[in-house]
Nanobody, 114 residues
Framework: QVQLVESGGGLVQPGGSLRLSCAAS????????MSWYRQAPGKERELVAT??????????EYADSAKGRFAISRDTAKSLLYLQMNNLKPEDTAVYYC?????WGQGTQVTVSS
């Protein structure tokens, strides 16, 4: 079972961009689905984006709040998962977690504020 470590969070102004990375400790070649979640203070953890491999083809799905602004991708050879976030809004402020099968990372804080 791989371990996951997120990075790339930080403080950004509204309208700015960040790219989150999730590094797996081992190969992810056998993992068909990987996701990004987030949890804002006082709120439940919510799914942001998922990338799924079906018959060798990757499909991405997004929460309505992320559609058109976020893009999930993976580099299987490097065991990395990414989340490109553009046009960030204050309501995107949260701790962002990656998930692969039943494994979670420790999270990375994203704060959107002027």
């Amino acid at each position: 079972q791989v371990q996951l470590v997120e990075s790339g969070g930080g403080l950004v102004q509204p309208g700015g961009s960040l790219r989150l990375s999730c590094a797996a400790s081992g190969s992810i070649s056998a993992i068909n689905a990987m996701s990004w979640y987030r949890q804002a203070p006082g709120k439940e953890r919510e799914l942001v984006a998922t990338i799924v491999r079906t018959n060798g083809v990757y499909y991405a799905e997004y929460a309505d709040s992320a559609k058109g602004r976020f893009a999930i991708s993976r580099d299987t050879a490097k065991s990395l998962l990414y989340l490109q976030m553009n046009n960030l809004k204050p309501e995107d402020t949260a701790v962002y977690y990656c998930k692969a099968e039943n494994t979670w990372g420790q999270g990375t804080q994203v704060t959107v504020s002027s």
